[in-house]
């Protein structure tokens, strides 16, 4: 147990230096931690947007399989099957993304509050900690939006994979006559789901929008 603590801590400090050295050398030709929070926020977006879009066609899927009405149910299985590793691999981006986010942003902050003791004008000085409060005010909001879309895809996944896994070793009307009443959750949730992202999206429009 210790052994694998003491993995875990160095692989965590292993990656922070890697993104330290990252941002150094993102700074030595012009790029600031502020712009490349800009562009991982706006990288969170688009991954949003995409999930967005596959979930829909996920569930588009499932209303295929439970309204099968003859045919070949192995295909409209394989293309249920499809579009839930397709979501699956969508989440995964979204947590990835809302994770680089938030390694960036802890960085421009302890920056940001360090350099806050270099001032020599107390003007100064008090603007610039009025506006990294503020900052970081608005960021917190943004955090707990991605975080809320994040948490949102694990009941969708769940439900989705129970279905899929059924229907895997199922593939009859039978089947098909024991999941129907499954869709109507299953849609609710996608719709929820759908929602919370788009909260998440106009949250990063407005964040990025007063960092600009």
């Known amino acids: 147990m210790i052994a694998k603590r003491l993995v875990i801590l160095l692989a965590g400090l292993v990656l922070l230096a890697c993104e330290s050295t990252y941002y150094n050398a993102m700074e030595?030709?012009?790029?600031?931690?502020?712009?490349?929070l800009v562009d991982r926020v706006?990288?969170?977006?688009?991954?949003?947007?995409?999930a967005q879009e596959q979930f829909r066609d996920a569930l588009s899927q499932f209303r295929s399989v439970v309204s099968f009405d003859g045919g070949d149910l192995e295909k409209l299985y394989n293309r249920l099957n499809s579009s839930y590793e397709d979501s699956r691999a969508a989440a995964?981006?979204?947590?990835?993304?809302?994770?680089?986010?938030?390694?960036?942003?802890?960085?421009?902050?302890?920056?940001?509050?360090?350099?806050?003791?270099?001032?020599?004008?107390?003007?100064?000085?008090?603007?610039s900690a009025a506006k990294l409060r503020d900052t970081?005010?608005?960021?917190?909001?943004?955090?707990?939006?991605?975080?809320?879309?994040?948490?949102?895809?694990?009941?969708?996944?769940?439900?989705?994979?129970?279905?899929?896994?059924?229907?895997?070793?199922?593939?009859?009307?039978?089947?098909i006559s024991a999941i129907k009443g499954e869709l109507a959750t299953i849609d609710r949730d996608v719709t929820a789901l759908i929602a919370t992202m788009e909260a998440a999206i106009q949250e990063s429009e407005g964040f990025i929008a007063g960092l600009r």
């Open 28 to 36: 030595k030709v012009g790029i600031h931690k502020r712009d490349i």
């Open 42 to 50: 706006e990288e969170a977006s688009d991954s949003q947007r995409e």
């Open 92 to 127: 995964r981006e979204i947590s990835e993304r809302i994770e680089a986010v938030e390694s960036v942003a802890e960085a421009l902050f302890d920056e940001w509050q360090e350099e806050l003791e270099l001032y020599s004008n107390s003007r100064l000085r008090a603007d």
């Open 136 to 175: 970081q005010r608005r960021y917190r909001g943004l955090r707990d939006s991605l975080r809320r879309s994040e948490k949102s895809l694990a009941p969708v996944l769940e439900n989705l994979q129970d279905n899929v896994l059924y229907l895997k070793h199922n593939l009859n009307a039978s089947a």
